[in-house]
């Protein structure tokens, strides 16, 4: 079973930043992290990518986020960030975390396991 568990959402003024986190962890063992994401919905609206990382950290962005916020991984920790810079009233959504992982069972080589996860999401408000 895998989760993956975000922080660092809350309320900000326009201009200001906030860092997101998403750590997986799993019952079994993380193989490999294939590729992971951050996407946001707000109200009424689709859920959108606005950053995704792949496994050689070739990193992707939104046109509306591109130069604000970077995205970045820590392989150790299993964890994503979402840094977020110069922040907008448009910016704010739930956001939430995606990933691509490969697990195994705990005390054996295989099987190998892919397979796609969402986080529960994190608001993120900002307004003055």
């Known amino acids: 079973q895998v989760q993956l568990v975000e922080s660092g959402g809350g309320l900000v003024q326009p201009g200001g930043s906030l860092r997101l986190a998403c750590s997986c962890t799993?019952?079994?063992?993380?193989?490999?992290?294939?590729?992971m994401g951050w996407y946001r919905q707000a109200p009424g609206k689709q859920r959108e990518l606005v950053a995704g990382?792949?496994?050689?950290?070739?990193?992707t962005y939104a046109d509306s986020v591109k130069g604000r916020f970077t995205i970045s991984r820590d392989n150790v920790k299993n964890t994503v960030y979402l840094q977020m810079n110069s922040l907008e009233p448009e910016d704010t959504a739930v956001y939430y975390c995606?990933?691509?992982?490969?697990?195994?069972?705990?005390?054996?080589?295989?099987?190998?396991?892919?397979?796609?996860?969402w986080g529960q999401g994190t608001q993120v408000t900002v307004s003055s």
């Open positions: 990382i792949t496994l050689r950290d070739i990193t």
């Open positions: 995606n990933a691509d992982l490969t697990t195994r069972p705990k005390y054996s080589s295989t099987p190998l396991y892919r397979d796609n996860y």
């Open positions: 799993t019952s079994g063992i993380i193989v490999s992290i294939n590729a």
